[in-house]
C-alpha cells in the first residue's frame, strides 16, 4: 500500500515526496514548489523574510561555514574567505577566467591553468562545484525547515550557454548536497513555463527571454513547438549586470561629492557603505523620482533621470545584445510573440522601456522578476512528480556530437537541435592486427575536422583479445539523459569488453564560444568538405598500401619479381604524393597501385580456393 503522509505545515495529505525547484543564481538563489492545495508555484521564505538566498559562501576561523545573507556581511570584513558568484567558476579553467580575475576577491588557483579552477580559503582548497553544494545544501534544509518535511529530490535550472561541463558540475553539486537531481533546466525555460508558455501542446510561440540579473545579462531566443522548447540563440555578457548599475550610483556621488578614487582604497568602510547605500538607490528609484541619505556627513542624493542618464550605455549593450541574438537566430523582431522578463534588475523601469521599445511590445512581467525562474522550475519539478501527466518537456543540443575517426575526422553521432534524451551508436574497428586497445576521443561542435571542435572527453577501450585488423566490432554508442548530460560507451561485441564514461569534460565554453562555433562551421564549410575529402583520400592510400605491403610479404613466394617490382614503385609513388594535399593525384596514384595488386591478389585467392576445396591449406591471403 502507498504511504500517505501530512504535512503538518500546510495541514494537506501528501501522496508522494515533494519535488522542489531551485534557482541557483550567480547573485541569488531560491527554492519554489507547487502549492498542494493551491496547485499554484509558490517561492518558500521564513516568515518576515526574503525568499532569495544570496549566493554567497562565508568560511569562519573556527571551521564554521555560513550561507546567504548572514555571510554576505562578510564581503567587507573577510573577502578573502567570503566566495560570491560561485556560479561563474563552475566547468571553468583558470585559462576561462584569467581575464576577469581581477573581479574575485578571494584566491582562485591558478598554477595549473588547464585543468578545473579551485578556490583557496586558508590551507583548505574547494571546487565550485563544493562551494555550490554548500548554497545547495543551505536551501536543502531552509526548504525542510519550512516545509517540515525531508527534501531530496530537485530540479536545478542552469543558463542556456552552460556546456555538458558546467550541467554535469551542477548535477554534481546537487548530488553532494544531498539531493537526487531530477532535471537540470534551462533557466529560460524555466521563466517561460512559468507564464504557463508551453503548457498547450498545440501553441507555437516563439519568445524572447530576457535576463539582467545581479552580475549577468542573457538573452535567450526560444521557440516552442508542441511542449518541445529549443533555444534558438542565446547572447548576453557574463560581467554585466545590476552590480554594474550600483557602480555607476557610486561614481555620481564621488563626482558630486568630490571624493577621489584614491580615498575610496584608502577607505574601505565608506567605499563599501557607499555600494550598499547605491543599491538601496537604486531599488528605491524603481518606484520613485528621487532618493536621498547621508553616509559619514555626506548628502546622497540622486534623481531617477541622473541614474537613467548614469546607466543608459549598460542598458544600451543589453539591447544590442538582443540584436545580435535575433540575428543568429535569423528572426526579425516581429516574429517574437512574447517578450519574458527576469532577474532583479528588470524591475529597473528604464530597462523594461528599453526591453519594450526595442522588440515592439509590452513586456511579461507579472511575475515577481527574482523569482520567475524558481517557480517555473517548480513547474517541472510537479511534471516530473507525475502531477501534470500530459507534458514531458524536451529540449535541443546545441551541438553536434561525435567521436575522432582515421586522420582527424569527425564523425558525427548526434546532430546538433536533435531533440533530447537521444541515443545513437555506431561499429568501427581496429586498424592494426592484435590491436588490443583503442581510443575514443569525444568531441562537440560542427566542423569536419576534430581539431577544430571542442574535445569533450576520452577514454581507452582496453583488453580487446588479440584478432586481425577489421575483425574486432566496437560499438560506440551515445546517450543524451533528459538534463543533456552525455554518456558514451564502447563495447567490443565479440569478447564484450566494455568501457564507458560520463563526459567530465576539463574545460567551459562561454556563449560567446559556442555561437562562433556554429558561425565557423558556416564559414568554413567549403574548406571543411575540401579538407575532409583530401583526408578521407590520404586515409584510404594509407590504408592500401599497408594492407598491400603485409600480402606481399607473407605472399611473396607466390609473385613474379616483375610484379613485386611494379608494387614497389607503385609504392612508392603513392607515398611520394600523400603528403602533396592534391586529393585527385591521391586518388589517382591509389587507384594505379590498386590495379597493380589487384590481378595477383585475385589469382592467389582463386588458388587459395581451388586448393581449399582439394583439402589442402594455405595461408589466408590476406
Ligand atoms: P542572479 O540571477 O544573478 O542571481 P537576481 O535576478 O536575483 O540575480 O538579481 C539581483 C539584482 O537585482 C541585484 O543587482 C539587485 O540589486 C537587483 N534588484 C533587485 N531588486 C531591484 C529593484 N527593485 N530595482 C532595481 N534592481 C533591483
Ligand atoms: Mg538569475
Not at 571546487?127 to 545544501?137: A, F, N, R
Not at 560542427?446 to 571542435?453: A, F, M, Q, S, T
Not at 607466390?558 to 603513392?574: G, H, K, N, P, W
Request: with cysteine; net charge negative.
Amino acid at each position: 500500500m502507498a504511504k500517505i503522509g501530512i504535512n503538518i505545515a500546510t495541514g494537506s495529505l501528501q501522496q508522494s515526496e515533494m519535488i522542489v525547484g531551485i534557482d541557483l543564481g550567480t547573485t541569488n538563489s531560491l527554492v519554489a514548489i507547487i502549492h498542494p492545495e493551491s496547485r499554484q508555484p509558490v517561492a518558500l521564505q521564513e516568515h518576515n523574510s526574503s525568499s532569495l538566498v544570496p549566493s554567497v559562501v562565508h568560511f569562519g576561523e573556527d571551521g564554521s561555514v555560513v550561507v546567504g545573507e548572514e555571510a554576505k556581511k562578510f564581503l567587507v570584513l573577510a573577502p578573502q574567505s567570503t566566495i560570491f558568484s560561485a556560479k561563474r567558476l563552475m566547468g571553468k579553467s583558470y585559462n576561462d577566467i584569467r581575464t576577469n580575475a581581477s573581479f574575485f576577491t578571494y584566491r582562485i588557483i591558478d598554477d595549473n591553468t588547464e585543468s578545473l579552477v579551485k578556490v583557496q580559503v586558508g590551507s583548505k582548497f574547494y571546487s565550485p562545484v563544493e562551494l555550490s553544494s554548500l548554497i545547495l545544501k543551505d536551501l536543502k534544509q531552509r526548504a525542510e525547515h519550512i516545509l517540515k518535511t525531508p527534501v531530496t529530490k530537485a530540479v536545478i535550472t542552469v543558463p542556456a550557454y552552460f556546456n555538458d561541463a558546467q550541467r554535469q558540475a551542477t548535477r554534481d553539486a546537487g548530488k553532494l548536497a544531498g539531493l537526487d537531481v531530477l532535471r537540470i533546466l534551462n533557466e529560460p525555460t524555466a521563466a517561460s513555463l512559468a507564464y504557463g508558455l508551453g503548457l498547450n501542446k498545440e501553441e507555437e510561440k516563439t519568445i524572447a527571454v530576457y535576463d539582467l540579473g545581479g552580475g549577468t545579462f542573457d538573452i535567450s531566443i526560444l521557440k516552442i513547438t508542441q511542449g518541445i522548447f529549443e533555444v534558438l540563440s542565446t547572447n548576453g555578457d557574463t560581467y554585466l549586470g545590476g552590480d554594474d548599475f550600483d557602480q555607476m550610483i557610486v561614481k555620481h556621488w564621488m563626482e558630486q561629492l568630490g571624493i577621489s578614487e584614491a580615498s575610496l582604497i584608502e577607505d574601505k568602510t565608506l567605499a563599501q557603505e557607499l555600494r550598499l547605500r547605491a543599491e538601496a538607490a537604486k531599488k528605491w528609484l524603481s518606484n520613485n523620482e528621487s532618493f536621498s541619505d547621508a553616509v559619514n556627513g555626506h548628502q546622497l542624493r540622486i534623481t531617477r533621470s541622473q541614474f537613467e542618464q548614469a546607466v543608459q550605455g549598460l542598458i544600451r549593450k543589453t539591447i544590442d545584445s538582443c540584436s545580435q541574438a535575433l540575428r543568429d537566430a535569423k528572426l526579425e523582431k516581429d516574429a517574437i510573440d512574447v517578450v519574458v522578463m527576469v532577474g532583479g534588475s528588470t524591475r529597473v523601469p528604464a530597462v523594461k522601456q528599453a526591453v519594450s521599445s526595442f522588440f515592439g511590445k509590452p513586456v511579461n512581467d507579472s511575475v515577481n522578476p527574482d523569482e520567475v525562474v524558481a517557480l517555473g522550475a517548480a513547474v517541472q519539478a510537479d511534471i516530473l512528480a507525475g502531477n501534470n501527466k500530459e507534458f514531458l518537456l524536451l529540449d535541443i543540443t546545441p551541438l553536434s556530437l561525435g567521436i575522432e575517426t582515421m586522420g582527424g575526422l569527425m564523425d558525427v553521432l548526434i546532430s546538433r537541435n536533435s531533440k533530447i534524451p537521444t541515443k545513437a551508436a555506431r561499429q568501427y574497428t581496429t586498424q592494426k592486427d592484435g590491436q588490443s586497445g583503442m581510443r575514443i576521443s569525444v568531441y562537440q561542435g560542427e566542423r569536419d575536422l576534430v581539431k577544430d571542435n571542442r574535445k569533450l572527453a576520452e577514454f581507452n577501450l582496453e583488453g580487446i583479445p588479440g584478432m586481425p585488423a577489421g575483425l574486432p566490432k566496437v560499438e560506440v554508442s551515445f546517450l543524451i539523459n533528459a538534463d543533456g548530460i552525455l554518456v558514451v560507451r564502447a563495447r567490443e561485441l565479440r569478447s564484450g569488453v566494455e568501457q564507458s564514461i560520463e563526459v567530465t569534460p576539463q574545460y567551459g565554453l562561454t556563449d560567446q564560444q559556442v555561437e562562433n562555433m556554429l558561425l565557423d562551421s558556416l564559414t568554413h564549410a567549403q574548406e571543411d568538405i575540401k579538407t575532409r575529402a583530401l583526408v578521407e583520400a590520404r586515409t584510404e592510400a594509407g590504408q592500401l598500401i599497408e594492407t598491400t605491403e603485409r600480402f606481399v610479404e607473407k605472399n611473396g613466394s607466390y609473385l613474379t619479381a616483375d610484379e613485386i617490382e611494379a608494387t614497389r614503385q607503385a609504392i612508392a609513388t603513392l607515398q611520394s604524393v600523400i603528403a602533396s594535399g592534391n586529393k585527385d593525384l591521391i586518388s589517382e596514384k591509389t587507384e594505379a597501385l590498386n590495379s597493380v595488386s589487384r590481378p595477383y591478389a585475385e589469382r592467389l585467392m582463386d588458388e587459395a580456393v581451388s586448393k581449399a576445396i582439394s583439402g589442402k591449406t594455405l595461408s589466408d591471403p590476406i
